[in-house]
Nanobody, 124 residues
């Protein structure tokens, strides 16, 4: 199986930046998609961004487009989420996810593996 470990969360002021990392270990497939989701207290888990492992196609939620950038390092089996111009509404636990290629990026159910999450808190 695949293990995913997130890091890079923390406390920042509004307007600040953070970079999250997700390191994958175990068996992986070149056709896999990796994604970031987030979940705030009292809210459903929501899609943030995704990247196709093989061709680096990306997708972003409207709420983060233009502020967040997803990228990958194939050699390190790591995906990153650069978060700029952070807002208090970005406060959430951020989860890394991995799943097979094909289909929509958006439904959480399409992802087979999940990390433990990393807390991002943006103060106002």
């Amino acid at each position: 199986q695949v293990q995913l470990v997130e890091s890079g969360g923390g406390l920042v002021q509004a307007g600040g930046s953070l970079r999250l990392s997700c390191a994958a270990s175990g068996r992986t497939f070149g056709s896999y998609c990796m994604a970031w989701f987030r979940q705030a207290p009292g809210k459903e888990r929501e899609f943030v961004s995704a990247i196709s492992w093989s061709d680096a196609r990306t997708s972003y939620a409207d709420s983060v487009k233009g502020r967040f950038t997803i990228s990958r390092n194939n050699a390190k089996n790591t995906v990153y989420l650069q978060m700029n111009s952070l807002k208090p509404e970005d406060t959430a636990v951020y989860y890394c996810a991995a799943g097979g290629a094909g289909g929509s990026y958006f439904p959480p159910r399409r992802y087979d593996y999940w990390g433990q999450g990393t807390q991002v808190t943006v103060s106002s």
